[in-house]
């Protein structure tokens, strides 16, 4: 007999939100009516400059409110944040110098900002929590499940960081979508059917290349190459580098380690940045403790100055290409994506490599987050004709004897992806196996990104070799990895404790979700309590102004009771921290003036009727 | 085979009844619905892969039960192996050569096969002078390149003749044959590499 499931629990769907977490600025985006749009924040800009600031006292800031805090706090605020997660110190010693914070940790890096210590994806997660309060304000609704985008050449530690960050904004985090990836689902290039389209993302802090070919709305990545450390940062640091330069001559005083004045350079060579990407010539105009620094910049000296930032792209460019199995001439189609990409010399460089012109019809800083909104739309089954198929950048692979790595998972793989391995233990009486899981292209472990150490333990004492253990590596459509291991004799499930080189092992996570989450949860309320006051405000003082019509007067006094009964209980309610009672009792009051709003509605008709020639 | 959610027999990816994802088939040949053959028809082997990841990928079981959604996880993850696998014919002869019980060498095959003994050592001897910075030995490098590189392709070629006679067959011998020459394709491949980072 066949048999229907029904869902009592949760009747309308719930709503996915797409969400650029970008190294200078994040968007939150969604589908309304089957096109993508970015939500707005409260102050009508819908770019939410990755900044977060903690100020000496209240509440962390975020977004634009924390950007203009940072020459007052510099000390205390937080900017590109994405390009330390999944990293330890190691990786950043080189521009530690130019960022206002200070970093500390062994394995994931401890960001200290005003006072406080927090880990990136705790910052991470006050953007994302700032993004969900946007979309929820926007859309009305709770907002608990989103897709987020990461850069197409993230590692797994920087992947988990994001999902990480999600969980501790209160996201369910339903897939982690490549922001090129997403681009060319925003630009619909499927409408081509067939063709072979390569995406050049150039943001704040990463670089992508992703070459897809389209197949009637299944987006096949064929391959795909970055830098998750090349962007519009490298820029501003060599203008910032130059002008620091200048500063120390002409003043002949440095402004090195005086953060505040750093911060306040950074924004002028920012600005002349930008304007190079219109005017042919421009100005650094900075001034500080009373001096003045101009220094004119035209765009061809800025260009010589940025050759190298942007031959930097190129190499991984012909590296992709060569992966994918394709010659320039056969890319039909060059999608642009990234703030960096509005540098005139960078588009010449893509369109002289690719031999296209780029599209660049779609704001190069929403595109992704449109994608992601569609990409939500796909999991929600709202898209039903389009599909990604996407690879994992790196290979993955084990530590196996004299520090050599062993590729179990070749870079440029579609996933979902997997592999088994079998092992054994190597002397008498071993208990426990080791494995160092990596990922990289390199032969020699040393020169790649190690992942995590699997610990498979509790093996029954026995002779060498004895054991075996089949190990099982599955990277997922996020381009996680998941690592299971069973005993083969047993059949039974092996136990193993997981170390990860550079991220939060999970009870860390827990604990930083359980402090924000209480957080985010009240926050909700809280608004919601808000408004339905503000909603009642609206009522009270309509009925209040009603009494002053004759049609108050003309009612029944059972119909008056039953108002003035609706305003007390509303009244009684109205400083209660549940909003749906305060809702009801709304509710219930509208039900009891409705003979009230008649009257006083056919009064108004008959007056404006009066004097009018029929 | 039953359904796991609605217990109607279930033959396909797909049960009739519900229309539940069942435990997939973890063999590649089996998944893709071709026969064990070591010739395969690529066109065909990449249809079926655009059909099957419509219907597989995890992106379409977001709101499915949790059972279906670990099950859309290994469908699919079958599904990109299986066409690595597959469409290449050094690794599908390789996949069916350890089905069928045969041990493969690990990637860094150090046995030389017995045929190519002497040029190997020529070679290395070359490879040698060219490491040690006497760049003489650059036009014997070449010559081996090109002449290692021509064998492959006759070892390719030989691979496609003796794939047709397993098929024909199903004799073992041809199997092992089979193995003689991936090793020895495997080994050339190696040399190559060499040869191409020395002259680099």
Redesign the interface.
């Known amino acids: 007999m066949?048999?229907f499931q029904i869902d009592f629990s949760d009747s309308k769907?719930k709503r996915?939100v797409g969400i650029d977490l970008g190294t200078t600025n994040s968007l939150v985006a969604y589908l309304s009516g089957g096109k993508p749009e970015v939500i707005p924040g409260p102050d009508g800009d819908p770019l939410v400059p990755s900044f977060v600031c903690f100020p000496p006292e209240g509440e962390p800031l975020v977004g634009n409110t924390a950007r203009r805090a940072l020459p007052l706090h510099p000390l205390a605020t937080v900017f590109s944040v994405k390009r330390l997660m999944g990293k330890g110190v190691g990786d950043i010693e080189a521009e530690l110098p130019l960022l206002p914070y200070r970093v500390t940790g062994t394995g994931v890096v401890q960001i200290h900002a005003g006072g406080q210590v927090r880990t990136p994806p705790e910052i991470s997660a006050l953007i994302l929590r700032q993004l969900k309060m946007n979309a929820e304000a926007a859309l009305n609704e709770e907002v608990t499940q989103a897709v987020i985008t990461v850069p197409a050449y993230f590692n797994d530690a920087q992947r988990q960081a994001t999902k990480d960050a999600g969980r501790i904004a209160g996201l369910e985090v339903?897939?982690l979508v490549n922001e090129p990836t997403a681009a060319a689902l925003a630009y619909g290039l499927d409408k081509r059917k067939q063709g072979v389209v390569a995406v050049y993302d150039l943001g704040g802090g990463t670089f992508d290349i992703s070459i897809l070919r389209l197949?009637d709305g299944?987006f096949e990545v064929l391959a795909t190459g970055g830098d998750t450390h090349l962007g519009g940062d490298d820029i501003d640091n060599l203008l910032l580098k130059v002008a620091m330069e200048d500063i120390a001559s002409e003043w002949r005083a440095g402004i090195e380690g005086n953060q505040e004045a750093i911060q306040l350079l950074r924004r002028a060579v920012i600005e002349a940045k930008h304007a190079l990407s219109f005017v042919p010539v421009t100005h650094i105009r900075f001034e500080y403790g009373g001096r003045r620094y101009e220094r004119e910049l035209p765009r061809d000296v800025f260009n010589r100055l940025i050759t190298p930032v942007v031959d930097r792209t190129l190499q991984p460019c012909r590296q992709c290409l060569a992966d994918a199995g394709v010659t320039p001439e056969q890319i039909d189609e060059v999608v642009l994506v990234g703030g960096s990409t509005r540098i005139p010399l960078v588009r010449d460089a893509v369109a002289r490599l690719f031999r296209a012109r780029p599209h660049t019809e779609l704001d190069p800083d929403q595109v992704v987050a449109l994608g992601a909104a569609v990409?939500a739309g796909?999991?929600?089954?709202e898209v039903e004709d389009q599909?990604?198929?996407d690879v994992t950048p790196l290979s993955l692979g084990i530590e196996t004897m004299g520090g050599l790595v062993?590729?179990l998972i070749h870079r440029n793989?579609?996933?979902?992806?997997?592999?088994t391995e079998n092992f054994t233990t190597g002397v008498d009486g071993q208990t426990n196996v080791l494995i160092h899981v990596i990922q990289g292209e390199r032969e020699l472990v040393r020169d790649c990104r190690s992942l995590a150490r699997f610990d498979l333990k509790g093996i029954d004492p026995a002779p060498a070799g004895f054991a075996r253990i089949e190990v099982k590596f599955?990277i997922?459509?996020n381009g996680i990895l998941n690592v299971s291991a069973k005993e083969l004799r047993t059949g039974k499930e092996q136990s193993m404790d997981v170390k990860p080189s550079y991220g939060l092992n999970d009870g860390q996570v827990e604990s930083m979700i359980l402090e924000s989450i209480e957080k985010a949860e009240e926050d909700f309320q809280e608004r919601q309590v808000r408004e339905a006051r503000v909603e009642a405000d609206t009522m009270l003082a309509a009925v209040e102004k009603a009494k002053n019509n004759d049609a108050y007067w003309d009612l029944s006094d059972e119909d008056r009771a039953g108002i003035s009964r609706g305003v007390n209980e509303l009244l009684l309610v109205y400083h209660g921290s549940d909003h749906h009672l305060i809702q009801a009792k709304i509710g219930e009051l509208n039900q009891s003036t409705m003979a009230l709003a008649e009257s006083m509605m056919n009064a108004a008709v008959s007056n404006a009727l009066k004097g009018t020639k029929i | 085979m039953t359904c796991w959610q609605?217990g109607l027999p279930a033959d396909a990816l797909f049960c009739g009844?519900?229309k539940a994802l069942q435990p997939p088939p973890s063999g590649y040949f089996e998944f893709y619905g071709f026969p064990r053959k070591l010739a395969i028809d690529s066109a065909e082997l990449q249809r079926r892969y655009?059909a099957l990841?419509?219907q597989l990928?995890?992106?379409?079981f977001?709101?499915r039960s949790a059972r279906e959604q670990a099950l859309a996880?290994e469908a699919?993850?079958?599904l990109?192996?299986g066409?690595?696998v597959l469409r290449d014919p050094v690794e599908r002869a390789e996949y069916v050569l350890t089905a069928e019980g045969f041990a493969m060498p690990?990637?860094r095959t150090k046995d030389v096969p017995p045929e190519l003994l002497e040029e190997v050592f020529e070679l290395n001897l070359a490879l040698e002078e060219m490491r040690s910075g006497d760049a003489s030995a650059r036009p014997a490098l070449e010559t081996a390149r090109s002449h290692f590189q021509s064998m492959l392709n006759g070892a390719d070629s030989e691979l496609a003749g003796l794939f047709a006679r397993w098929d024909e067959s199903g004799d073992r011998a041809e199997l092992a044959r089979i193995r003689g020459v991936l090793n020895r394709r495997k080994y050339i491949t190696n040399l190559v590499r060499d040869v191409n980072q020395a002259l680099q």
Do not use: F, M
């Open positions: 066949q048999t769907p996915i339903l897939r197949h299944l990409q796909v999991l929600s089954g599909l990604l198929l062993s590729k793989s579609a996933i979902p992806a997997s592999a599955l997922d459509a | 609605c009844g519900c655009y990841s419509r990928h995890p992106d379409r977001t709101r996880l699919s993850s079958i990109n192996d066409l690595r690990g990637q």
